[in-house]
């Protein structure tokens, strides 16, 4: 965890709750503080961000999480990135989570339970899809479950794979993509606990396993990743409420049932971190050497309300937190002999959603 901050962060945010749209912020390379320098508001709800490069430089994607899901493309070679072309429908509803591929561009799609495949241009500008791949399955939770909600779509480390975590149907899908056509093929899927509600997953640098985050059980379920033959197989599951660990459904902090919500790899494999909303913590687990074993270290507060995002800056130094209820990003430092993070700083963002840097 070595090395210095620099550069920008892009932040999503709710514009139906209050928020900016996407907020720019230079990073301070000595201590990680972000200084707002502008904002762009041409979507609505642009919640979660991706940066990718085009010919002509560094490109902003960000899905519109409306019942019509659409993505935004911008030139991001600016001070203010710059709406390159139309918003583009992506086929699906409720679009929470998007990533690069393969020269494509992925949206999981929360309200119809489906994953999109945009091809893009050499310039970087998202096509309509060239593929719609629906989910199908539902889970025990009347009111989270009754139907397919992707809620999280990345390629794996070694690019062979695309994987979707769908939290209505309590599994991961694993798909194949083919770079050519834009086809996406169902290859497998990985069943959680009943009431797991997947959220997100993160690999680790190793590439052989991946930790799969519970939103509606608050655990993290441990796995095993072979990419060559695209299987993704649960070894174990850890809570993320170690003081309660029988009653995972129990009410903890003032926003209530404790919800995790975005996890986090160190990049030498020592750690994982997660964001938890109710408690609004982030909960340090250390990892052993195989990747295998995930074990609570302490929880520590985010330094606002309702983390939904949480990431790590490109030198591995600090955790940042998009706290949408509080409206504020916040930086954590992070100890290299502990893994343990301390709140250093915010910047206010009304309804912040995600982090991303380019």
């Known amino acids: 965890m070595s090395g210095s901050a620099a550069g920008r962060a892009f932040i999503g945010s709710f514009t139906s709750a209050g928020g900016p749209g996407i907020v720019v912020a230079d990073i301070d390379p000595r201590t990680g503080a972000l200084t707002r320098t502008g904002a762009v508001r041409s979507v609505p709800d642009p919640s979660y961000l991706a940066v990718g490069h085009g010919e002509a430089g560094p490109v902003l994607y960000a899905v519109s999480e409306t019942v019509a899901g659409v993505v935004a493309a911008y030139d991001a070679s600016g001070a203010v990135p710059r709406p390159l072309g139309e918003p583009v429908p992506v086929g699906g509803d409720e679009p929470t989570h998007l990533a690069l591929a393969q020269g494509h561009l992925l949206t999981a799609n929360y309200g119809s339970g489906s994953v999109s495949v945009l091809p893009l241009t050499a310039e970087g500008l998202p096509l309509p899809p060239s593929a719609v791949l629906h989910h199908e399955g539902s889970g025990p939770d009347p009111e989270r479950q009754r139907s397919p909600h992707a809620h999280q779509v990345v390629p794996d480390p070694s690019g062979r794979w695309v994987l979707a975590v769908d939290l209505g149907t309590d599994s991961v899908q694993v798909c194949s993509l083919d770079e050519r056509t834009g086809a996406m093929r169902p290859h497998g899927a990985t069943a959680l606990p009943p009431g797991t509600g997947p959220r997100h997953l993160a690999f680790h640098p190793s590439g052989d396993h991946a930790y799969v985050l519970g939103e509606l059980r608050p ?22 409420l170690p003081d309660s660990p029988d009653s995972p459904d129990s009410p903890d902090g ?20 997660t964001a938890v909303r109710g408690p609004d913590t982030v909960v340090v687990l250390a990892l052993d050497a195989s990747g295998e074993r995930a074990e609570p270290v302490t929880a520590v ?32 430092d992070v100890d290299h002999a502990t893994g343990i993070p301390r709140p250093a700083g915010s910047l206010t963002v009304p309804a912040a959603s995600s982090v991303a840097f380019g």
């Not at 985010?302 to 209820?325: F, I, K, M, Q, T």
Request: hydrophobic share 40%; aromatic share 6%.
């Open 254 to 273: 003032a926003d209530g049932q404790a919800q995790p919500s975005a996890p986090v790899v160190a990049p030498d494999g020592r750690y994982l971190w």
């Open 219 to 240: 655990t993290v379920t441990v796995c095993r990743w072979d990419a060559a033959a695209g299987v993704l197989r649960a070894i174990g599951e850890t809570s993320l």
């Open 301 to 332: 507060p985010c330094g606002g309300r309702r983390p939904r995002d949480l990431v790590l800056d490109p030198a591995g130094r600090r955790l940042y937190a998009a706290n949408e209820r509080s409206g504020e990003v916040t930086w954590l």
